[in-house]
């Protein structure tokens, strides 16, 4: 095996190091870019409630609309609040599984339905046609009396993830 | 002595060779070359003008990302890029800080290639798309300025804006054009923001576009007397753009780049107060550096010249920079005899007494140095009252001594110049 010439070894260094230190600065350079282009993820807590504006006796339908205030933000997105036909007040996560529209409640026809794609869910938030692949998430409702001498009817809904 | 990277790498470099037909840039690359001289050293500024753009373009393309053109949210947005966004204060920061190096390096690049005589025939249009390019920078910081929407840079187009208004018989025009209405407003931000981010880049790409085409065509332009001295421009001796000068440039860049890095760090843009339009401007008001010298320069005017009651100061003060930017278009055209190296006294006298006044105007403005020498000798004689309401109406003496300054410098420099260096290279 042929000597390497000394001139010829320290060249070979100073173009290794020359390449290692172009490399260097590229990332450098393009860590903080990498860093400032995705946005920083917001925190949340665990435990989170949200208490809705309306009481109780005022979810009531408007004729064939389910009124859009009844529709409140819960953790960034939207969650609707329901009298099902039964009497049950329920609240759910109202961003379909498919390709994320906001869902419409059906008080008529006592379904949950989404207008972008045609995807029906019951009343459990279970999908049960069209495109959808998975139920929608149910939040945990809890009517808190005001007062102990409120008549019913008049208590606040508190809306809060389910364990 | 090539290894399996070295051997990969050239692999590499012949797929996209094979099908781009990269083998014409490849001569047109190998064919350049820098000439070496005394004055070699000025032929770095252009690529690092053109190095500090790039870094704009980048560092501005990310701002865009998370900034938000509106009165309302413009403010917030830019606190939320320098407190909440990972290394926002980092892109922002040097965003503003190579703004500011680049007008600077513009400046000395203007200014070389003055001295260089680098203008004369064929390159008169590389001239004239220069200055050009200077003027749209100018624009460029103008209009990026206003975008943080606090009280500093709502003010300072307030005024710019004004200033423009001077012009007579088409200032008012230009003014509503510029404000996109009456006054400084939310249609005035999204005015100067399309301007900074669409026009102006779209408008740079195409003058820059034929400016380094042309530097291309022509080659690097060695100065007179360096070509008599080897009598004629292929003897005089030369190294190839590619590697050698290409690599020495990437050294200057990467000072650059550390520079602006260290500078972000330790002087971070500041973020100020939010845009009060309906209130009074902060004390001190006034525009980034590169404006200062025709700022301070209407300052000192008066309002109403003496004897010509009809002449505003701020209108001859605007026709003045008028025309003193006509004449540094014109250059070219004003040294027609360069080729012969024909001495141009005139302009070289003109071009350094504008240097200095640039720099003590400059530098009054900033509040480094006060022109008061003139005005306090005046009353030290007796001539003039001391009173200073009576004093403030004088405030053109300070433009006046700024003049005489200037000129005593010129003189010194000049003669200077003459006696200690033999300037073969520089007429």
Redesign the interface.
């Known amino acids: 095996m042929a000597e ?1 010439p000394e001139s ?1 070894a320290r060249r ?1 260094w100073l173009l290794t190091g020359l390449q290692a230190s172009i490399g260097a ?1 590229v990332v450098a ?1 393009f860590y ?2 990498i ?6 993820p917001a925190t949340r807590s665990g435990a989170m409630e949200v208490v809705a504006t309306f009481r109780v006796n005022e979810l009531k339908a408007d004729g064939e609309q389910w009124p859009a205030r009844f529709t409140l933000d819960f953790d960034g997105k939207p969650c609707t609040v329901i009298r099902t036909p039964g009497g049950e007040i329920k609240a759910f996560n109202a961003v379909c599984t498919h390709t994320d529209c906001t869902v419409e409640y059906r008080p008529d026809k006592g379904d949950i339905f989404c207008n972008c794609h045609n995807g029906l869910y019951d009343l459990n938030g279970r999908n049960v046609s069209g495109p959808p692949p998975r139920p929608l998430e149910l939040y945990k409702v809890t009517l808190r009396k005001q007062k102990e001498t409120d008549p019913p009817g008049q208590e606040e809904i508190v809306i809060s993830r389910s364990a | 002595m090539r290894g399996p990277f070295a051997e990969w790498i050239g692999r590499v470099k012949s797929f996209f060779a094979d099908r781009l037909g990269l083998e014409d840039l490849q001569k047109l690359a190998d064919k350049k070359r820098v000439p070496i001289h005394r004055t070699s050293l000025f032929y770095f500024l252009g690529g690092m003008a053109l190095f500090l753009f790039g870094i704009q373009v980048v560092t501005g393309v990310l701002l865009s990302l998370y900034y938000k053109p509106s009165p309302d949210q413009a403010f917030e947005s830019v606190r939320a890029i320098m407190t909440e966004v990972e290394y926002g204060w980092l892109i922002r920061s040097v965003h503003s800080w190579s703004a500011n190096l680049l007008i600077g390096v513009l400046a000395l690049h203007l200014l070389t290639t003055y001295v260089m005589r680098a203008y004369r025939k064929p390159r008169e249009f590389t001239w004239l798309t220069g200055v050009l390019l200077l003027a749209m920078f100018m624009a460029f910081g103008f209009s990026g300025y206003l975008l943080p929407w606090n009280q500093l840079a709502f003010f300072a187009t307030k005024v710019g804006t004004a200033i423009v208004g001077a012009v007579p018989l088409v200032g008012k025009h230009f003014l509503l054009l510029a404000r996109s209405g009456e006054n400084v407003t939310g249609d005035t931000l999204a005015r100067f923001y399309s301007l900074h981010v669409v026009i102006l880049p779209l408008a740079t790409f195409a003058v820059l576009g034929v400016h380094l085409y042309l530097v291309q065509k022509h080659g690097m332009s060695i100065p007179q007397g360096v070509v008599e001295r080897f009598g004629g421009e292929d003897k005089v001796p030369s190294m190839p753009f590619v590697p050698h000068f290409l690599l020495r440039d990437m050294v200057g860049w990467y000072v650059a780049l550390g520079l602006l890095a260290a500078l972000a760090a330790l002087f971070p843009w500041e973020l100020g107060e939010k845009a009060t339009p309906l209130g009074a401007p902060p004390p001190g008001i006034q525009p980034e550096w590169y404006f200062l010298f025709m700022f301070e320069t209407l300052k000192q005017l008066p309002g109403r010249f003496f004897g010509f009651g009809w002449l505003e100061g701020e209108v001859v003060g605007v026709l003045f920079f008028g025309v003193c930017w006509l004449v540094v278009l014109l250059v070219p055209f004003l040294d027609p005899r360069a080729v012969q190296g024909h001495p141009r006294r005139l302009l070289n006298w003109l071009a350094t007494w504008a240097v200095f006044a640039f720099i003590l105007q400059t530098a009054s403005g900033l509040g480094a140095i006060r022109l008061k020498l003139l005005a306090s000798s005046l009353v030290q004689l007796g001539l003039l009252d001391p009173d200073p309401t009576i004093l403030d109406s004088y405030r053109w003496l300070a433009l006046v001594e700024a003049a005489l300054w200037s000129a005593a410098a010129t003189i010194a420099f000049r003669f200077g110049v003459r006696k200690w260096t033999v300037r073969e290279s520089m007429q």
Do not use: A, G, S
Not at chain 1, 35 to 40: A, C, I, N, V, Y
């Open positions: 390497v010829l070979t600065t350079i903080p870019v860093r400032f282009l995705w946005p920083r």
